[in-house]
Structures are given as structure tokens and as C-alpha cells.
């Protein structure tokens, strides 16, 4: 399996994990056929993976919304929600952002917008490669739901907005959802995490320290070597995830732990692998001349 597929993957698993449920896929072809698209063009991307991708660009020099589309009556069930995709800018001046606008039923409505420096919720600015983006809204009580969402592209100036993959998801209303949308997990997740991973790496170094005194003495060649092949794969996962992560722009707690830790164990195993090795051909060499010397 190849590590972005085994990434995607795990991510897929943790999301299920922290309760997100899916409740609607925007096809921008579906949409167009709906007559429900009102901003910006269908477009092939080669760098997408995608045929479906949506470009809207701005060509005057002066601040400009695209109201994209709609969804009406979105089912919202939980008070935590959020449109999530894929975004890439190109040459965009100033400094522009995604926006929701929330309905409900007493005609009050709200806002969400893009405007942090980093991660899912970073603003549109100069040119990017594709990244995931979250537009989250959270109520706090109450029984009312959003009637209508309304889903806008905001850019100051000239420039063009690349977007693919939208989905409106809902999570949980539980302490392990309250989180940033679109992380893969929150800080305090993110220590219980980094606790496994330190009981990890003292397992790992139990096993060292054993594979050390078996080596020394010349046996259990298949355990010690099995044992730094293991750890060696795990790391190598690690990494791959937090490169995966890093790329994905996802916040400093989550891809740290995991190019740390994976560096850690894919670095010690990888290098003790031809010293271990090296002294057991030592040892077998050993015994080869003693045998036949006799």
C-alpha cells in the first residue's frame, strides 16, 4: 500500500473516530445541472486529481463576493458543523477568504470565514498548491437549526480560487469534538497521543536494551532483527503521516509528534540494523573457524 493511501486512510479512520458524519457531497456538475452553481467556472485541472473543480476568479482591482451556491434545508442535527474541502489560490492580491453565511428560522444569520494565518482555516492569499479548508460554526444551546447556508468566495483584488471535494459534515456534541474542524485531532488529544507515543518509545527502548544484551552474547539473531524491523516500519508510517500532515497544513500538534517520534524510531533502528548485523556474521564467522579447527 503506498503511504499516502495508508494516510488518507488512517486520517478517514480518525475522523470516524472523533464522530464526524458526512451529510452531503457537492458535485459541481450536479450543481450546474440544479442551475444551483452561481459563481465560477467548471474547469479540468491536471494537479487536482479531480475532474471536478471549480474555478472563480476576480479581474478588477477592488474587493468582490462570489455567492457560489446554496444549500437549502441542510438537515443539521448537532450543534457542531462545517463545510470542508480542498483550496488552491493563484496570484490573488491582498488577502481574501472563504465564507459562510448561517440561516435559521428567526431570520437571524451568522457568519464564518477564513481568516487565520495557518491550517484549515488560513486566508486566501498570493498562490498556493492544494490544501484542505474548514468552515466550522458551533452553537452553543438551543434547538434551532440552520434553515439555508449560504457558500461565498470573497477576493480583494485580481486573482482566481481553485476548490474540490466539498462536503457539509456535523460532529459530535462532546468534548472530543470540540476541536478545530478540519484537524485531525485537538491539543488536548494530542498530549493523550503523545503519552502513547512516549510508552512506545520506552517499550522501544526495553526492547534495545534486551536486543542489545541478546546480540552481545551472539543469540536470538531473528527477535533482535525482527524486533528493529518492526520499529523501523513504524516509524516510516509515522513519518509518512506527518509529512502527509505538514502537507496538508495541518497545525504544529499534530504532524510534530509524529515526524518526531517516527524519526526517532526509524532512526535508531535503521542504524543499529548493520552494527547488530555485522556482529552476528562476526559470531557465526567465529563459529565457522572453530569448527573447523577441531
Known amino acids: 500500500m503506498k503511504p499516502e493511501v495508508l ?12 464522530g464526524e458524519k458526512v451529510l ?20 479540468s485541472d491536471a494537479s487536482s486529481g479531480s475532474g471536478e473543480v471549480l474555478r472563480v476568479s476576480n479581474a478588477v482591482s477592488e474587493s468582490t463576493t462570489f ?11 448537532k450543534n457542531h458543523y462545517a463545510i470542508v474541502g480542498e483550496v488552491r489560490c493563484d496570484g490573488i492580491e491582498g488577502k481574501g477568504f472563504l465564507e459562510t453565511w448561517n440561516h435559521f428560522p428567526d431570520s437571524a444569520k451568522y457568519f464564518s470565514r477564513t481568516l487565520g494565518d495557518a491550517g484549515p482555516m488560513k486566508n486566501l492569499e498570493g498562490s498556493s498548491g492544494w490544501r484542505g479548508f474548514a468552515l466550522p460554526f458551533f452553537m452553543t444551546s438551543g434547538k434551532q437549526r440552520p434553515t439555508k447556508i449560504d457558500f461565498n468566495v470573497v477576493l480583494p483584488g485580481k486573482g482566481a480560487v481553485f476548490l474540490k471535494s466539498l462536503k457539509l459534515v456535523e460532529y459530535e456534541d462532546s468534548t472530543s469534538t470540540k ?32 536486543c542489545g544484551v541478546l546480540e552481545y552474547s551472539g543469540r536470538g539473531r531473528r527477535f533482535v532483527m525482527g524486533v528493529l524491523g518492526i520499529f523501523a516500519v513504524l516509524g516510516a508510517l509515522q513519518l509518512s503521516a506527518g509529512g502527509f500532515g505538514l502537507w496538508a497544513a495541518q497545525p504544529y500538534h499534530v504532524y510534530y509528534p509524529l515526524l518526531l517520534s517516527g524519526g526517532i524510531d526509524l532512526v535508531v533502528a535503521c ?24
Not at 67 to 77: K, N, Q, R, S, Y
Request: proline share 3%; charged share 20%; hydrophobic share 45%.
Open 7 to 18: 494516510c488518507l486512510f488512517l486520517v478517514v479512520c480518525l475522523n470516524g473516530a472523533f
Open 24 to 43: 452531503k457531497e457537492f458535485s459541481w456538475y450536479r450543481l450546474e445541472a440544479d442551475s444551483r452553481l452561481q459563481a465560477g467556472k467548471i474547469i
Open 67 to 77: 455567492h457560489v451556491f446554496e444549500i437549502d434545508d441542510p438537515a443539521i442535527t
Open 179 to 210: 476541536r478545530t474542524v478540519g484537524q485531525w485531532w485537538s491539543p488536548r488529544t494530542a498530549g493523550g497521543l503523545g503519552m502513547w507515543i512516549g510508552i512506545l518509545g520506552a517499550v522501544f527502548g526495553v526492547l534495545c536494551g534486551l
Open 271 to 294: 542504524s543499529l540494523v548493520p552494527v547488530y548485523r555485522k556482529t552476528y556474521e562476526q559470531v557465526e564467522l567465529r563459529k565457522i573457524r572453530s569448527m573447523d579447527g577441531c
